[in-house]
């Protein structure tokens, strides 16, 4: 297993969908809705975004589905303890009231849509050649992507 090369496991950068760091979440989740990654006969779709600088030249980071998820987060779940967030929604539903607050819910998320990518990516901290073995990798290093 130590002999393997990295690139027989990783998944080729040209496979994944490439952000500017000035795109939006909004159009952040249209390039990755757009891109399937296709895998031992398998097509999923991308769980993960490269995000560049303006140029497109420098690869500045990576933009996961979860990250994506946290920038549109409401802000009223971020404030508080975990216990707090469950308390307000601890209460009985009114029915009649659920559609306006699903629609005030829903308009917060569209908002909060047009957040910057740059101010949810994980830097890329170092990479890993195409050549290296699996082994090099595993061995200590602390990479935020395999980049070749």
């Not at 249209?30 to 006969?41: A, F, H, N, Y």
């Not at 769980?47 to 497109?56: E, G, I, K, T």
């Not at 910057?116 to 935020?144: N, Q, R, W």
């Given at each position: 297993m130590?002999?393997?090369?990295?690139?027989?496991?990783m998944v080729?950068?040209?496979e994944?969908p490439c952000?500017?760091?000035t795109?939006?979440?909004?159009?952040?989740?249209g390039?990755?809705?757009?891109?399937?990654?296709?895998?031992r006969q398998q097509?999923?779709l991308?769980?993960?975004?490269?995000?560049?600088d303006?140029s497109?030249?420098?690869?500045?980071?990576?933009?996961?589905?979860?990250?994506?998820m946290?920038?549109?987060?409401?802000?009223?779940?971020?404030?508080g303890?975990?216990e707090?967030g469950?308390k307000?929604?601890?209460?009985p539903?009114?029915?009649?009231?659920?559609?306006?607050?699903?629609?005030?819910?829903?308009?917060?998320?569209?908002?909060?849509?047009?957040?910057?990518?740059?101010?949810?990516?994980?830097p890329?901290?170092?990479?890993?050649?195409?050549?290296?073995?699996?082994?090099?990798?595993?061995?200590?290093?602390?990479?935020?992507?395999?980049a070749?």
């Amino acid at each position: 297993m130590s002999d393997k090369p990295i690139h027989e496991i990783m998944v080729p950068l040209a496979e994944y969908p490439c952000l500017c760091d000035t795109h939006t979440l909004r159009q952040a989740i249209g390039e990755m809705t757009k891109v399937q990654i296709l895998r031992r006969q398998q097509a999923t779709l991308a769980r993960v975004a490269l995000v560049f600088d303006h140029s497109f030249r420098e690869l500045l980071g990576m933009l996961r589905r979860r990250d994506i998820m946290r920038g549109l987060e409401p802000r009223f779940l971020l404030s508080g303890s975990m216990e707090y967030g469950r308390k307000l929604f601890a209460v009985p539903v009114d029915p009649n009231l659920a559609e306006l607050s699903c629609d005030k819910f829903i308009e917060h998320m569209r908002q909060r849509a047009d957040r910057l990518v740059k101010d949810f990516m994980i830097p890329i901290t170092a990479t890993i050649d195409y050549e290296d073995h699996l082994m090099s990798f595993c061995c200590g290093k602390d990479f935020g992507l395999a980049a070749g």
